[in-house]
Each structure stands twice: as C-alpha cells, then as structure tokens.
C-alpha cells in the first residue's frame, strides 16, 4: 500500500490550496484518513480526520478555514485550505487506516511522504 500526497506549494497570507492523497495496491477497505502537519523543530500535528461515512473532525487552528472531505472510489482523501496564515507553513503528511486483500479484517497504519505547505508573501 502506498499514500501519495500532492498539492503543496507557495502562496501568500489569505490565499488557499488543496492537498490531495491517494492511495494505492492491494486495499480492501479504507477506515479513517487523516492530516498531520510538522514544521521543523516541532511535534507532529493532527489537523483533520474523516471517517469513511464521511464523520470530520479538526483542530482548533484550523476550524473554519480547512475543509477534509474523501472519495472513497478512488482511496483519495482531500484537504481544502483558506484564508491560509503563515503558521500554517509546514510539510503536510496523510495517514489512512488500511486494510489489504490479504487480510481483509486488519488494519494498519500508511503513511504518504509530506507534501510542503509554505505561506508567505
């Protein structure tokens, strides 16, 4: 199982982008997706979470501003981001719970390789 994130990049104070991540191989089923942020020097954060019935949940920081939806036909998990403040800068990373057709009743945790986020003007 593989998790490739995309979407990262510059932009300036307010303006917005979206990551996407998509999964791939051997997958049965996919539980919850989420996105972590780190930024140098700093613990990993959780900043969205969405169930596979579409449930979300989010961190304070970015409540109001960020928007996690998923596709669950194509393993792809999606997070909107607005009105974007320079300490949202920081490489963003999606995790998935997965199952695989070898073991359809256990999952694991998968981790995509972090795409950067950086807002400046």
């Known amino acids: 199982v593989q998790l490739q994130a995309s979407g990262g990049g510059l932009v300036q104070p307010g303006g917005s982008l979206r990551l996407s991540c998509a999964a791939s191989?051997?997958?049965?089923?996919?539980?919850?997706m989420r996105w972590y942020r780190q930024d140098p020097g700093k613990q990993r954060e959780l900043v969205a979470a969405?169930?596979?019935?579409?449930?979300?949940n989010y961190a304070d920081s970015v409540k109001g501003r960020f928007t996690c939806s998923r596709d669950n036909a194509k393993n792809t998990v999606y997070l909107r981001m607005n009105s974007l403040k320079p300490e949202d800068t920081a490489v963003y990373y999606c995790?998935?719970?997965?199952?695989?057709?070898?073991?359809?009743?256990?999952?694991?945790?998968?981790w995509g390789q972090g795409t950067q986020v950086t807002v400046s003007s």
């Open positions: 969405i169930t596979r019935g579409g449930s979300t």
């Open positions: 191989g051997s997958i049965s089923s996919i539980n919850t």
């Open positions: 995790n998935a719970e997965v199952s695989t057709d070898s073991r359809p009743y256990s999952y694991s945790n998968y």
